[in-house]
């Protein structure tokens, strides 16, 4: 079956849902098109529904469907939308629910990825938008640590040494082994253990800031000139290093040398951090654990979910991680091991 007939399929088993939501909510009385739209990692799908009758005015909108019911009060993208939009920072509008059909409506923020929009656009048009970018996570860092509460989920949650540490054995079980078919001896399991340990020791108790989770250029969208910010449901406390590790170390894009150092730079100043040298080495840290944990996500959509749409995302967060690795000494008997099983790393 090839993704077409995927998409076709999902479309028209989940169309009775989208045309009851349709129907009980009044926003499209008039005739409309109902188009599949790309998902991401997670088991909710995406729909735009378009009007093609009643007032040319009339905006399309995205439906996002969850598997079951839903509890619209409760949901933490809904009370992460709330906090993002007292910074302010660009998100998209919610515009109705469904808590029986699992539904949520979205304002429309088009097609265009800040991946989609490299090479669409003037060079100085695209450098401007990273800029923007980076500023956002800047904001994100001080209106969040201004706007702290309970009340909000993320400041509930964080990038413990627990959670970095099994993200990092996510990616021994599911590319190292399922995806590789690595074999790997006693003796390496617990030598990856210490290092995973090490990382994980030093990574957690960084100075915390409200990290996005998924800060990159697939949950940036291009709209009006501007960039808004999607997939911000799993936002909690971390790193300061680590939404601009997922930035500029991203799977989707390449990033020289140059255009990171640049980048970088310019975080330094917006965000008022003063030590570079000490800040680019934390980043690095923070990108060997990121790009090592986007692996195994790419590893489990293909070998347990079947979904080879991340294979060609791979061979770019590689690179990215063996270069970092390459770079410091300490990283020399993580990639000794590594090596023995992933070529890349030789």
Aim: aromatic share 10%.
């Amino acid at each position: 079956m090839s993704d077409n007939d995927t998409v076709e399929d999902s479309a028209a088993s989940e169309r009775p849902r989208i045309d009851q939501y349709l129907r009980d909510s009044g926003l499209f009385p008039h005739d409309h098109r109902v188009v599949p739209l790309t998902g991401d990692a997670s088991t909710r799908r995406y729909f735009r529904v378009i009007p093609t009758a009643g007032p040319a005015a009339v905006p399309s909108i995205v439906l996002a469907l969850h598997d079951g019911p839903i509890e619209f009060a409760t949901l933490p993208f809904v009370n992460v939308a709330h906090l993002l939009s007292q910074m302010p920072l660009p998100v998209p509008a919610v515009i109705g629910h469904s808590d029986a059909l699992g539904i949520l409506a979205l304002q429309d923020l088009g097609d265009v990825t800040l991946q989609a929009h490299v090479g669409a656009a003037r060079a100085t048009e695209h450098a401007a938008l990273y800029r923007q970018a980076v500023a956002f996570i800047a904001s994100l860092q001080q209106r969040g640590a201004e706007l702290a509460s309970d009340a909000y989920a993320p400041y509930r949650v964080a990038f413990d040494v627990e959670k970095l540490t099994w993200e990092l054995d996510f990616f021994v079980r599911h590319f190292m082994e399922g995806y590789r078919g690595a074999a790997l001896s006693g003796s390496e399991r617990t030598a990856l253990t210490e290092e995973w340990g090490a990382i994980a020791e030093e990574l957690a108790p960084e100075s915390r800031a409200l990290c996005h989770r998924d800060y990159h250029s697939r949950n940036l969208m291009v709209y009006e000139g501007g960039l808004f910010i999607i997939d911000f449901q799993d936002a909690r406390m971390g790193p300061d290093t680590y939404d601009l590790a997922s930035l500029l170390r991203d799977s989707y894009v390449d990033i020289s040398e140059g255009e990171l150092d640049d980048l970088i730079a310019y975080f330094l100043a917006v965000a008022g951090k003063p030590d570079a040298e000490e800040f680019r080495r934390r980043f690095d840290l923070t990108a060997v654990q990121r790009n090592l944990k986007a692996l195994g996500t790419f590893g489990h959509q293909a070998s347990a979910r079947h979904n080879t749409v991340y294979i060609q995302y791979m061979p770019r967060t590689l690179h990215y991680a063996r270069a970092n690795l390459e770079k410091y000494p300490r990283f020399a008997r993580l990639r000794e091991l590594l090596a023995s099983h992933i070529e890349e790393f030789q």
